[in-house]
């Protein structure tokens, strides 16, 4: 059998292509690695294959679940967490095998929210230029002590649980927000409403999915509502903050800072090489100009030990799929 692999970057294939000798031994399968993303024009890509796998920015919409399954695809297997890119209710309607990775490494995407509010905070991204040109002046480059700050985490899944741990490790206050906060969650911090959690935290970080009732989460009226000079960080999904309200909140110095690690649009920049292009998205552009703004294209869970972990439950779940057994992480 063969498996399109839509958005296959060279580490999507150099991992997939390394695990499927252990997790796939002893079946004909082919893994056929597309870069392209999968879209309703790019699906006839997967004609000949009875599997798909895609990742955060490929569109799984109604539309194009029925191209694939009109085409002969039986499986779909999603190499990341978040599936907020699928139409379930129709995958279910025709009958679609779909699996996700639930879990690979949280504590990379929490290390992650942990490096960019470092960054942000010290200046290192500032500093490293600085120093290299013979700069070694402090001007413009004053940080705040995090031990002792209020820490708000909204989501306290995984990876806002691993993100707890960090910061109760660095003796900060930590807050958060879940409609079901996990028992675990005690021995770091307290669970509050959203609300409080916005009056109270001097950084905000978030780590719940995508969802109708969590799209801007982050409003203006969510923003008015913050410390004046708390910090964003979201390495969740772009469309948990409303951009525009964003830069409305930095440009009133309420908002003291934000970084993200995810972009609504992203799906129109992220994981390609735009360096000799212009960027075509006025909101990313002004973000991009504000000093404390610090953007990474989602990355948070781009560890060497996530992406095997990714490829092996991802070519697992097919495994699964093949020998008709039960399968965990299917949806
Ligand atoms: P998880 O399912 O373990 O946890 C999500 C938590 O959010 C749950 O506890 C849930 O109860 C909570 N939640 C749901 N609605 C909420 C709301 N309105 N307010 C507050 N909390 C709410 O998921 P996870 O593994 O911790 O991942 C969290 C998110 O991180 C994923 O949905 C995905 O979007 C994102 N993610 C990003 C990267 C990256 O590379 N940047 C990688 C993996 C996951």
Aim: aromatic share 6%.
């Amino acid at each position: 059998m063969r498996l399109t692999v839509f958005s296959a970057q060279p580490y999507d294939r150099d991992s997939l292509e390394a695990v499927a000798r252990e997790r796939l031994a002893g079946r004909d399968v082919t893994l056929v690695h597309q870069p392209v993303a999968l879209s309703l024009s790019t699906a006839i890509l997967a004609e000949g294959s009875q599997a798909v796998c895609v990742f955060v920015n490929d569109c799984l919409d109604a539309a194009v679940l029925e191209a694939l399954q009109g085409l002969g695809v039986r499986a779909v297997l999603l190499r990341c967490a978040g599936y907020n890119n699928l139409d379930l209710a129709a995958a279910r309607r025709l009958g679609l095998f779909v699996a996700r990775v639930p879990a690979y490494s949280p504590e990379a995407v929490a290390e992650h929210a942990l490096a960019l509010l470092m960054t942000l905070n010290r200046k290192t991204h500032r500093a490293y230029n600085r120093v290299r040109e013979g700069n070694f002046a402090l001007d413009g480059l004053l940080g705040s002590t995090l031990n002792g700050k209020t820490v708000g985490l909204v989501g306290l899944g995984q990876i806002g649980l691993a993100t707890a741990r960090i910061f109760h490790g660095l003796g900060c206050r930590v807050l958060g927000h879940d409609p079901q906060p996990p028992a675990a969650f005690a021995a770091y911090g307290d669970a509050v409403a959203l609300d409080a959690l916005l009056d109270e935290a001097d950084v905000i970080s978030l780590h719940c999915p995508l969802l109708e009732s969590t799209r801007y989460l982050i409003d203006a009226v969510a923003l008015a509502r913050m410390k004046p000079g708390a910090v964003l960080i979201n390495t969740s999904r772009g469309a948990l903050i409303d951009t525009e309200a964003v830069i409305q909140a930095l440009k009133r110095r309420q908002l003291g800072g934000l970084a993200i690690d995810v972009y609504e649009q992203e799906s129109e920049l992220f994981f390609q090489d735009h360096s000799h292009d212009y960027i075509d998205d006025d909101l990313f552009v002004r973000l991009m100009t504000f000093p404390n703004v610090l953007i990474t294209g989602h990355q948070g869970f781009f560890t060497a030990e996530a992406l095997r972990e990714i490829a092996l439950v991802t070519l697992g779940n097919l495994a699964d799929f093949l020998d008709g057994r039960a399968c965990p992480n299917a949806l």
